[in-house]
RNA sequence: GGAGAGGUGGCCGAGAGGCUGAAGGCAGCCGCCUGCUAAGCGGUUGAAGGGGUAAUACUCUUCCGAGGGUUCGAAUCCCUCCCUCUCCGCCA
């Protein structure tokens, strides 16, 4: 969420990063409604003043037993008047929420204005794809000739999008997770497991509702969200709360399933194990003081990178042009893996700095030592990494001519093996 | 699922229609005192929003789990919801 001031005072450049972003969102009627509700408060606390005065003069009249009853008519009326009052401003709070929430993050000065992927930059890359001296397979023939993924049967007890890890299958997801979080620990960050199922709020907080509920699965009765990332309940771990100074930064990483309805990408990566309705992630979120979010940003996407370095995976960085970055975003670098079956990089890993966008939503504040007031702190989050696709990666990059899979040195002491076959 | 108890400031805990942004205690901060420490004494210490100022000062409104309602006036009365705890049942 923007901060209404700034939009009220610089109109103009909020009307420019929406355009930046391809979006045609008006904001006038927002700012004229804010003003209205403005004058709402100021007519009301006047009432309200006026009120607390006359009914504490009632008080001392009834007490000296005097007559009070000319008082008491005339706050009646101001209390009617009062309720009135309030009832508009609830209309215009709904009307400003309704609008603003659906508005999204102003992209940094660095980030390359584009219209779609095409426009995204890429920043570096490292590792050297492989030459292999057979044609390559897609992870998911690999999987099948090994018998450790079965889509058929995930398809049966599930639907679309739903697979079976059996055997060294499901052993290769157990040993990254374990693999991703030790590493993410080992560099300051507190592993955390938090529910999957959240409440609305939550999944409000850090902008996936109101604006992109086609893209969530949901419980009735009672009424919850599934997670499609654990940013969403590891963001929202202090909101609502007043962290001081010297609590920041915070580094957590937290290993969950994801569910996602993938509504609107019918026919994209239909086969395999790339795009899926549940899957697993090791999530990195932070928690930064302004001044210091870049920096902290351009550290978690080193840190996610250097678990592609550790496993041996080439890859490459790009940084999302204003076009095709997320809702809450100011900031974002996607990671990308390179896979052999598809001869192409695909996403692994999207870092993202919010910045206020989230502890807005949230109130996730701090205070600073000696200032009096709060700040919202800035918030980050990155997977680090998506665990199926990186299982994807070492099948595809790590395969051999005789459909044997070799298993990166890192991962050996997690998988207990040096070879699927 | 059944039966009870409860949610008040950083923490503990009073308050049961007006004098309560909230007694008292603890913790914190600032003084004083004091060989040092401890103790003691005095003062002070929440958040959000608005007005005001160069910035302070000052000032107004709101906040006692959340949301409604009653009333001139609600932490206090009524309704709905959420959460926590205890006992019973069930259960991974």
Redesign the pocket.
């Known amino acids: 969420m923007l901060d209404i ?1 700034s939009i009220r005072e610089n109109p103009e450049l909020v009307k420019e990063a929406l355009k930046k972003r391809n979006e045609d969102l008006s904001i006038d009627g927002l700012i004229a409604t804010e003003a209205k509700k ?1 004058a709402l ?2 007519e ?3 009432l ?2 006026e ?6 003069e ?2 001392k009249l ?1 007490k000296e037993k005097k007559d009070a009853s000319v008082q ?1 008519a005339e ?2 009326k ?2 009617d008047r009062i ?1 009135e009052i309030d009832s508009e401003m ?1 209309e215009a709070d709904e009307s400003i929420d309704s609008i603003i929430l659906t508005i999204p993050n102003i992209p940094h000065e660095s980030v390359p204005v584009g219209k779609d992927e095409e426009d995204n930059v890429e920043v570096r890359r490292r590792g050297t794809p492989r030459e292999f001296d057979f044609e390559p397979l897609n992870h998911w023939d690999i999987a099948e000739n090994l018998d450790i993924i079965d889509f058929n049967r995930g398809a049966k007890l599930a639907g679309s999008r739903f697979a079976l890890m059996k055997g060294m299958g499901a052993k290769l997801e157990r040993a990254l997770i374990g693999f991703m979080l030790d590493s993410n620990t080992a560099k300051g960050y507190t592993e955390i497991f938090p529910p999957i199922l959240v409440n609305r709020d939550t999944i409000t907080g850090t902008g996936q509702l109101p604006k992109f509920e086609m893209d969530l699965f949901r419980t009735s009765d ?1 009424e919850f969200y599934l997670i499609p990332t654990a940013e969403v309940p590891v963001t929202n771990i202090y909101a609502d709360e ?1 962290l001081s100074e010297n609590d920041l930064p915070m580094y957590f990483t937290s290993y969950t399933p994801c569910f996602r309805r993938e509504a609107g990408s019918h026919g994209k990566d239909t086969r395999g194990l790339i795009r899926q309705h549940q899957f697993n992630k090791v999530e990195l979120v932070k928690y930064a003081l302004p001044e210091k979010s870049y920096d902290e940003l351009e550290k978690l996407t080193a840190d996610a990178e250097e678990i592609l370095q550790k496993l041996e995976l080439p890859y490459r960085t790009v940084v999302l042009c204003t076009g095709d970055m997320g809702f809450a975003a100011s900031k974002t670098y996607d990671i990308e893996v390179w896979l052999p079956g598809q001869q192409k990089y695909r996403e692994i890993s999207s870092c993202s700095n919010c910045e206020d966008f989230q502890a807005r939503r949230a109130k996730i ?1 701090f ?1 600073r030592e000696g200032k ?3 700040e919202f702190v800035h918030t980050l989050n990155g997977s680090g990494l998506a665990v199926g696709r990186t299982a994807i990666a070492i099948l595809e990059n790590f395969q051999q001519k005789d459909g044997s899979v070799a298993i990166p040195d890192a991962l050996r002491p997690y998988f207990g093996a040096d070879i699927i076959k």
Do not use: C, D, F, L
């Not at 009120?51 to 504490?56: A, D, I, L, P």
């Open positions: 001031r403005r408060i100021q009301g606390e006047k309200r003043s009120r607390n005065t006359v009914s504490e009632i008080g009834k008491v706050m009646k101001v209390s309720k609830r009672p007043i504040r205070k009096k007031g709060t």
